[in-house]
């Protein structure tokens, strides 16, 4: 797994853009950061509810941690060279999910929409 992998599917989502912050790119839906890429260290910040994150921790602690900083809100921390592809790319549509508004949203490509975990 790469950060330009991640790159790629947070950019392929409608309404979002790249804008670099705190010396890390992050993705945004308008103002609304879901994905935090920081590419020197392999390892991503990305919005999730503290469900998902207690979850995601549990099911794997070596690729999945609490966010420094944002992890209180839910943020997991993702290392890159172990996450499983099919599962980290659901976790990054799940955060624009839960950060674009319902007009994008409706937006969203069939292709994608059936990678989004069931609600």
Known sequence: M?????????????????EET??????RVGAKIFVILREDDGEASIKA???DQAELVAGDGQTYGI??????????RAR???ADPVELRSVVL???RRTA???LQLALPDDLRALLPRR
Do not use: I, N
């Open 67 to 76: 966010a420094s900083h944002v992890g209180r809100f839910g943020w997991v």
């Open 94 to 96: 799940e955060a624009w």
């Open 2 to 18: 790469t950060s330009g992998t991640v790159r790629g599917w947070a950019l392929e989502l409608p309404g979002t853009h790249e």
């Open 22 to 27: 705190w010396g890390a790119a992050t993705f």
């Open 80 to 82: 890159l060279a172990t």
């Open 101 to 103: 508004p319902k007009r």
């Open 49 to 51: 509810s503290r469900a």
